[in-house]
């Protein structure tokens, strides 16, 4: 099983920061690698899916880059509506795994 | 607008049964695989199931192989998780989520609003 591993546990930033959140995988996913967004009370939202590919509708300060076993998804000017958990899932391999999650604060 | 609605959830003993549904509309439901995920409280997501857009091919968790049985009906646009020899590890929301491809293993989008399914005595 590959294992998903996201760091920070918790990240705090200052409104209109950067945010710089970083998943490392046991062993190479290649580009397979998606990342999910989960505000409190609500269901997940696919924001990345190809390690840098936005998904539908998902707005430009998210973006996604990395190969193999070390990603990252970066927040240009974060706001108070993008507190939330945030997944990476890599679908390299059966099973399909799941970081521990990152939680995102406003500073 | 793609969308998924569970239904399903509950309380149920430990050695009980139960079985979850997902309505999906608003996409071409037997194009895509399927597959459900959870989320125990306080945990990470967990991949559960995956079942392909015919039923032809179907992937199980270690954790709940055996025991969880997933199946589809295309002419009701609906997927479901059958819940055998339930355990307190159980215990979890339950989201049905559309794999982006019709042979599964993929990235998920969208998720419905989850099933609460809690295993007590």
């Known amino acids: 099983e590959i294992v998903m591993t996201q760091s920070p546990g918790t990240l705090s930033v200052s409104p209109g920061e950067r945010a710089t959140l970083s998943c490392r995988a046991s062993q190479s996913v290649s580009s397979d690698l998606g990342w999910y967004q989960q505000k409190p009370g609500q269901a997940p939202r696919l924001l990345i899916y190809?390690?840098?590919t936005r998904a539908t509708g998902i707005p430009a300060k998210f973006s996604g880059s990395g190969f193999g076993t070390d990603f990252t998804l970066t927040i240009s000017s974060l706001q108070p509506e993008d507190v939330a958990v945030y997944y990476c899932q890599q679908y390299d391999d059966w099973p399909l795994t799941f970081g521990g999650g990152t939680k995102v604060e406003i500073k | 607008e793609e969308q998924l609605l569970e239904s399903g959830g509950g309380l149920v003993q430990p050695g009980g049964s139960l079985r979850l549904s997902c309505a999906a509309s608003g996409f071409t439901f037997n194009n895509h695989a399927m597959s459900w995920v959870r989320q125990a409280p306080g945990m990470r997501l967990e991949w559960v199931a995956a079942i392909d857009y015919r039923g032809g091919n179907i992937f199980y968790a270690d954790s709940v192989k055996g025991r969880f049985t997933i199946s589809r009906d295309n002419s009701k646009n609906t997927l479901y998780l059958q819940m055998n020899s339930l355990r307190a590890a159980d215990t979890a929301v339950y989201y049905c989520v559309k794999d982006s491809r019709s042979i599964g293993g993929h990235w998920f989008d969208p998720w419905g609003q989850g099933a609460l399914v809690t295993v007590s005595s």
């Open positions: 190809g390690a840098s």
